[in-house]
């Protein structure tokens, strides 16, 4: 048994629409294939004594233990590997549950399919099942000690991986709204919503949040002068550069007691409080100075009470936490050590901020806390005696949190909403000292210690007392006001071809609407007209470019099968989902080898609309047409046939369809006909005599109206969109070249083939063609080249891709020819293996009035050598004549 690949889904895709996030391994079973595992000597037992938790797993049997009752009667491994790999990672404290095990068209390789949380545990657990599943057939069992490791393994990767708990807060809400979200490649930004619609954090700062109020925060002495200023109690205090400072300090402030901090210090590190004693606060100074950048320590007066942290967004207070440092309550029988190690054992605790709360931590500022009250680690403490670890009350270094949220004084609330309109912090946590906050601040003698910005949020969504508080929901309420739109209009286009022209074509309509558009093509990631990225970009990398660009107001994405198959779709939903066809193309790769297979595979697209979106149709293809039937959201059909059976129903049914009749593209919208404009008035059509790009016309124009744009807009779009090498290249470029005119297509499947072929055949003069094909293409796709060539072409020059894709050099060629020979044997036909050298020929050798077609493996190459004979047949009518 052994793993052939690994791919990671993060997407809509093939496998799921709803479950994005999955593993897809590819295993080779070997000498395992024809082997179930009732075949297996005491897999069974083996199962079942490592792994008893399995029972929990229903499988198909829809009940407890149906799954062990599957592996008993003989189920294969590939099935099993699926199981475990959810069940070590459900161990590990990732919840998942879905899995699908199918085999490929080659024999004992299946792709086994699994959810995961993070993606880097899920890869390890589908190799974790894997060594599993070979050790129990090989010895019965697999060491505890294994599986103790794997499911340590498991769990580091996923704190390592995962969220922190402030981010994690406001990402929850995120969900629930269905805001989408996405990881931005720097500083650990959050991007929120897409494109123009977006927002930032990181952490609990937002891209709202002033720089400004950011720095006067973290200045704690300027915080607290400001403050002072206006009013807000705040303590008394100085800062002091040097020892020798400190004892005039300590007296400024009134004498003992005092705490001692650093200036610019986080997270309660180098605080020292309640210091009574001038060597305590020399050693409070020396630890307060290493703390702070600047070296700078502020000496306060010292204000007993309770420490408390007011939470206020967006000018309002929207949570309020009593924090209590770390500490232990004795029972008269345990030493303080085992009363720490049993509250460590709280499953809420763990390392830094991962959990709920953190584990409490001996060192030697514990060991002085405990000291000053009169204890050791090995002192037994009495019973309901509580000894403190910490003096100041951070969650981070084990304190825990007490919701006071509704048991603040109002006077404090708009005090606390005041001092953070004064910082100018959008998002701030106020620490304040009282001995009772349900009292006017005034009243107890209490005062403002701080203002934080980015405050953490976990003391107040996951309190260890009292009631959690949704404070994502407030961030969430102040990014995106009145439930502000989230999401920009997202189009996302597919089939297996005129993917490129309908997605330029279709950009370029939503351009006359004064709108920023981004799109992505074959050739290029574009924001209006300007290349952002050259190259294939077709996958869910480049769609996700676009939909990061904070200055994009529509995105169109052309969707290909390759980066669906490799990562599924960039985004969660789309508004209009447009499917042009379907046809044997790419088979055989990717675990794709029958025409329905890539059916669903394009359907991933239609089936990713929202509710209220459209999915654009074409009824004149039955695989696409049939894809309406598994749809959640409304549909509309194109049609070159205005009597076609779906289009007549549909619109009985005041559907929306677009259709080709009497020369116009019309839209139907019920028993309404909206003429779009005649086929030769748009550049596209080659004057209407080219089917297909009429078909692909028809596409953007109804993706567009379904989308709101107006008809007028629409019409202007098509009347000045042009298929030139400029605007599209490689998509029907038609070039004058002196007597002789020149085709230049990416076609490279038989489907596309005919497309153009349909326009050549309306040529009144020669056609010569230059033709190849991709040579990870089935045989029987290439020869159906060579058959169509022999349809079309007067001569045809066969020649190769540069990259042979698993080929031999000639052998592509040498089956193309076998097709031209099987329709005309009498073809004039010609190899010449080199792309570059088969072009000039065919360019050099034109006769007049003639048309050569020329599909490139690469485009700007072909173009390049176009235009190159184009300017020498210039450069030679410019010369003058001898006399």
């Given at each position: 048994m052994r793993?052939l690949k690994?791919?990671t889904l993060?997407?809509?895709?093939?496998w799921s629409i709803?479950?994005?996030?999955?593993i897809v391994m590819q295993?080779d079973?070997?000498?395992?294939?024809?082997?179930?595992?009732?075949?297996i000597?005491g897999f069974y037992?083996g199962?079942?004594e490592?792994?008893?938790?399995?029972?929990?797993?229903?499988?198909?049997?829809g009940?407890r233990?149906g799954?062990?009752?599957?592996?008993?009667e003989g189920?294969?491994?590939?099935h099993i590997?699926e199981?475990i790999?959810?069940?070590?990672?459900?161990?590990?404290g990732m919840p998942v549950?879905f899995g699908?095990?199918?085999?490929?068209?080659?024999?004992?390789?299946?792709?086994?399919?699994f959810?995961?949380?993070?993606e880097q545990a899920g890869r390890y657990a589908?190799r974790?099942?894997v060594r599993l599943?070979k050790l129990?057939?090989?010895t019965?069992t697999?060491?505890s000690?294994?599986?103790?490791q794997?499911?340590?393994d498991?769990?580091?990767l996923?704190?390592?991986?995962a969220?922190?708990?402030?981010t994690e807060t406001?990402?929850?809400?995120a969900d629930?709204r269905k805001?989408p979200?996405?990881?931005l490649s720097a500083?650990?930004?959050?991007?929120?919503g897409y494109?123009?619609?977006q927002?930032?954090i990181?952490?609990?700062?937002?891209?709202d949040?002033?720089?400004?109020?950011v720095e006067l925060?973290c200045?704690?002495e300027?915080t607290?002068?400001i403050?002072?200023?206006?009013?807000?109690?705040v303590?008394?205090g100085?800062?002091?550069?040097y020892?020798?400072?400190l004892s005039?300090a300590i007296?400024?402030v009134?004498?003992?007691?005092i705490v001692?901090?650093p200036?610019?210090g986080?997270?309660?590190?180098?605080?020292?409080?309640?210091?009574?004693?001038?060597?305590?606060?020399e050693?409070?100074?020396?630890?307060?100075s290493?703390?702070?950048?600047?070296r700078?320590?502020?000496?306060?007066?010292?204000?007993?009470?309770?420490?408390?942290?007011i939470?206020v967004i967006?000018g309002?207070?929207?949570?309020?936490?009593e924090?209590?440092p770390?500490?232990?309550v004795?029972?008269?029988?345990?030493?303080?050590?085992?009363l720490?190690?049993?509250?460590?054992q709280?499953?809420r605790?763990?390392n830094?901020?991962?959990?709920?709360?953190t584990?409490?931590?001996?060192?030697?500022t514990s060991q002085?806390v405990l000291?000053?009250?009169?204890y050791?680690?090995?002192?037994?403490?009495p019973?309901?005696k509580?000894a403190?670890?910490r003096?100041?009350?951070?969650l981070?270094?084990g304190?825990?949190?007490?919701?006071?949220?509704?048991?603040?004084?109002?006077?404090?609330?708009w005090?606390?909403?005041?001092?953070?309109k004064?910082i100018?912090?959008?998002i701030?946590?106020?620490?304040v000292?009282?001995?009772d906050?349900?009292?006017?601040?005034?009243?107890?003698?209490g005062?403002?210690?701080e203002v934080?910005?980015?405050p953490?949020f976990r003391?107040?969504?996951?309190?260890?007392h009292?009631?959690?508080?949704?404070?994502?929901?407030?961030?969430?309420e102040?990014l995106?006001p009145e439930?502000?739109?989230t999401?920009?209009?997202?189009?996302?286009?597919?089939?297996?071809?005129g993917k490129?022209?309908t997605?330029?074509l279709?950009?370029?309509?939503?351009r006359?609407?004064d709108?920023?558009?981004?799109?992505t093509a074959?050739?290029?990631?574009?924001?209006q007209?300007?290349?952002?990225?050259?190259?294939?970009n077709?996958?869910p990398y480049?769609?996700?470019?676009?939909?990061?660009?904070?200055t994009?107001?529509v995105a169109?994405l052309?969707?290909?099968?390759?980066g669906i198959?490799r990562?599924g779709?960039a985004?969660?939903?789309?508004?209009?989902?447009v499917v042009?066809?379907?046809a044997?193309?790419?088979?055989g790769?990717?675990?794709?080898?029958?025409?329905e297979q890539?059916a669903?595979?394009?359907?991933?697209?239609?089936?990713?609309v929202?509710?209220?979106?459209?999915?654009i149709?074409?009824a004149?293809?039955?695989?696409v047409?049939a894809m309406?039937e598994?749809l959640?959201?409304k549909?509309?059909y194109f049609?070159?046939?205005?009597?076609?059976?779906?289009?007549?129903e549909?619109?009985?049914r005041n559907g929306?369809?677009?259709i080709?009749?009497?020369g116009?593209?019309?839209?139907?919208?019920?028993?309404?006909?909206?003429?779009?404009?005649?086929a030769?008035?748009?550049?596209?059509t080659?004057?209407g005599?080219?089917?297909?790009?009429?078909a692909?016309a028809?596409a953007s124009?109804?993706?567009t109206?379904?989308?709101g744009?107006?008809?007028?807009?629409i019409?202007?779009g098509?009347r000045?969109?042009?298929t030139?090498?400029?605007q599209?290249p490689g998509r029907?470029?038609l070039?004058e070249?002196?007597?002789?005119?020149?085709l230049l297509?990416?076609a490279h499947?038989?489907?596309?083939f005919?497309?153009v072929?349909?326009?050549?055949?309306?040529?009144?003069?020669?056609?010569?063609g230059v033709v190849g094909?991709?040579g990870?293409?089935?045989?029987?796709?290439?020869?159906?080249l060579?058959?169509i060539s022999?349809?079309?072409?007067?001569?045809?020059i066969?020649?190769?891709?540069?990259d042979?894709?698993?080929?031999?050099?000639?052998?592509v060629a040498?089956?193309?020819?076998k097709?031209?020979?099987q329709a005309?044997?009498?073809?004039?036909?010609?190899?010449?293996l080199?792309?570059?050298?088969?072009?000039n020929i065919a360019l050099n050798?034109?006769?007049?009035e003639?048309l050569v077609v020329v599909f490139?493996e690469?485009v700007?190459?072909?173009i390049?050598?176009?235009?190159?004979?184009?300017e020498?047949?210039?450069?030679?009518?410019?010369?003058?004549?001898?006399s």
């Amino acid at each position: 048994m052994r793993i052939l690949k690994t791919q990671t889904l993060r997407g809509p895709n093939y496998w799921s629409i709803r479950r994005s996030k999955l593993i897809v391994m590819q295993l080779d079973l070997e000498e395992l294939t024809e082997k179930t595992s009732n075949e297996i000597p005491g897999f069974y037992d083996g199962v079942i004594e490592v792994l008893p938790s399995l029972i929990e797993h229903h499988c198909s049997r829809g009940h407890r233990g149906g799954f062990l009752e599957r592996i008993k009667e003989g189920t294969l491994m590939g099935h099993i590997i699926e199981h475990i790999a959810l069940e070590l990672q459900e161990l590990a404290g990732m919840p998942v549950g879905f899995g699908r095990t199918r085999e490929t068209s080659t024999p004992g390789v299946f792709n086994v399919v699994f959810e995961y949380v993070e993606e880097q545990a899920g890869r390890y657990a589908g190799r974790a099942a894997v060594r599993l599943c070979k050790l129990i057939v090989e010895t019965g069992t697999y060491p505890s000690g294994e599986l103790k490791q794997d499911l340590a393994d498991l769990q580091e990767l996923h704190a390592n991986t995962a969220l922190g708990p402030s981010t994690e807060t406001i990402i929850k809400e995120a969900d629930a709204r269905k805001i989408p979200w996405m990881w931005l490649s720097a500083r650990a930004m959050l991007q929120l919503g897409y494109g123009a619609r977006q927002k930032r954090i990181q952490a609990t700062l937002s891209n709202d949040t002033s720089i400004l109020a950011v720095e006067l925060a973290c200045d704690k002495e300027g915080t607290k002068n400001i403050l002072g200023s206006a009013g807000v109690p705040v303590p008394q205090g100085t800062v002091i550069e040097y020892l020798d400072e400190l004892s005039q300090a300590i007296a400024d402030v009134g004498g003992f007691p005092i705490v001692i901090k650093p200036l610019d210090g986080n997270h309660g590190r180098g605080i020292t409080i309640n210091i009574n004693q001038h060597s305590e606060a020399e050693a409070a100074y020396e630890m307060a100075s290493k703390a702070s950048k600047t070296r700078s320590v502020i000496v306060e007066r010292y204000y007993s009470g309770n420490d408390h942290r007011i939470l206020v967004i967006d000018g309002k207070v929207v949570a309020v936490a009593e924090r209590i440092p770390a500490h232990v309550v004795g029972n008269g029988k345990y030493t303080i050590q085992q009363l720490i190690d049993i509250t460590n054992q709280d499953p809420r605790r763990g390392n830094g901020h991962d959990n709920v709360l953190t584990k409490i931590v001996i060192d030697q500022t514990s060991q002085a806390v405990l000291a000053k009250q009169g204890y050791s680690l090995d002192s037994v403490l009495p019973d309901q005696k509580t000894a403190y670890l910490r003096a100041t009350a951070n969650l981070s270094t084990g304190g825990i949190a007490v919701d006071r949220t509704d048991e603040i004084h109002p006077e404090n609330i708009w005090l606390a909403q005041r001092v953070a309109k004064i910082i100018g912090l959008d998002i701030a946590g106020i620490d304040v000292v009282t001995p009772d906050i349900s009292k006017p601040l005034r009243e107890t003698k209490g005062v403002v210690v701080e203002v934080n910005a980015a405050p953490g949020f976990r003391m107040h969504a996951a309190p260890s007392h009292g009631l959690p508080r949704n404070v994502g929901a407030s961030v969430l309420e102040m990014l995106f006001p009145e439930q502000a739109p989230t999401r920009i209009p997202i189009v996302a286009i597919t089939g297996t071809n005129g993917k490129t022209t309908t997605t330029r074509l279709t950009a370029h309509i939503y351009r006359q609407t004064d709108k920023v558009v981004g799109f992505t093509a074959t050739d290029g990631i574009y924001i209006q007209e300007y290349l952002v990225e050259q190259g294939d970009n077709t996958g869910p990398y480049s769609a996700g470019a676009i939909l990061k660009d904070p200055t994009v107001e529509v995105a169109v994405l052309e969707t290909a099968r390759g980066g669906i198959l490799r990562s599924g779709l960039a985004f969660d939903s789309c508004d209009i989902g447009v499917v042009l066809n379907v046809a044997a193309d790419h088979l055989g790769l990717g675990g794709i080898d029958t025409i329905e297979q890539m059916a669903q595979v394009k359907a991933v697209v239609a089936e990713t609309v929202k509710p209220e979106g459209y999915a654009i149709l074409n009824a004149d293809d039955p695989l696409v047409a049939a894809m309406a039937e598994k749809l959640n959201c409304k549909v509309a059909y194109f049609s070159m046939n205005p009597d076609n059976p779906i289009i007549i129903e549909h619109s009985r049914r005041n559907g929306l369809a677009a259709i080709y009749e009497d020369g116009y593209l019309s839209i139907l919208e019920g028993t309404w006909t909206l003429r779009v404009e005649k086929a030769v008035n748009i550049p596209m059509t080659m004057g209407g005599m080219a089917p297909f790009m009429i078909a692909n016309a028809l596409a953007s124009c109804l993706a567009t109206f379904a989308q709101g744009v107006d008809i007028e807009l629409i019409r202007q779009g098509v009347r000045t969109f042009t298929t030139s090498a400029e605007q599209t290249p490689g998509r029907m470029n038609l070039f004058e070249v002196k007597d002789y005119h020149v085709l230049l297509d990416y076609a490279h499947n038989p489907h596309g083939f005919k497309a153009v072929g349909d326009f050549v055949r309306n040529w009144q003069g020669v056609k010569t063609g230059v033709v190849g094909g991709p040579g990870d293409r089935r045989d029987e796709d290439l020869i159906l080249l060579g058959n169509i060539s022999a349809q079309i072409f007067d001569r045809i020059i066969v020649k190769e891709d540069q990259d042979p894709r698993g080929r031999e050099p000639g052998e592509v060629a040498d089956i193309i020819v076998k097709g031209i020979c099987q329709a005309n044997p009498n073809a004039t036909y010609e190899i010449m293996l080199d792309e570059t050298n088969a072009i000039n020929i065919a360019l050099n050798q034109a006769q007049a009035e003639s048309l050569v077609v020329v599909f490139p493996e690469k485009v700007e190459l072909a173009i390049s050598l176009i235009k190159q004979i184009m300017e020498s047949e210039q450069l030679k009518i410019a010369l003058p004549r001898p006399s």
